[in-house]
């Protein structure tokens, strides 16, 4: 016999799964990961410039023009 408890967990793991499946459940939008991250992508090439070695200089600044292309509006 269903009682009010195993009504509630059926319901919410079949939502849960239903929000997983529909696609309403994954990652973040890209505007909020660009608008999120610019300052911290700003700080961090900033920090590579003052005080990185040149592998990172050249990698991060590398991963910042990928971001930034992929943030472009």
């Known amino acids: 016999m269903w009682t009010r408890l195993n009504v509630l967990i059926a ?6 799964a239903t929000m997983l499946l529909s696609g309403c459940a994954t990652a973040p939008s890209s505007n909020a990961i660009c608008d999120g ?3 911290s992508r700003t700080a961090h090439a900033a920090a590579l ?3 990185g070695g040149p592998r990172s200089l050249i990698t991060g600044a590398a991963l910042i023009q990928q971001i930034d292309a992929g943030c472009a509006t």
Request: charged share 25%; proline share 0%.
């Open 49 to 51: 410039v003052e005080d």
């Open 37 to 39: 991250t610019k300052q």
């Open 11 to 16: 319901s919410s793991l079949f939502l849960a």
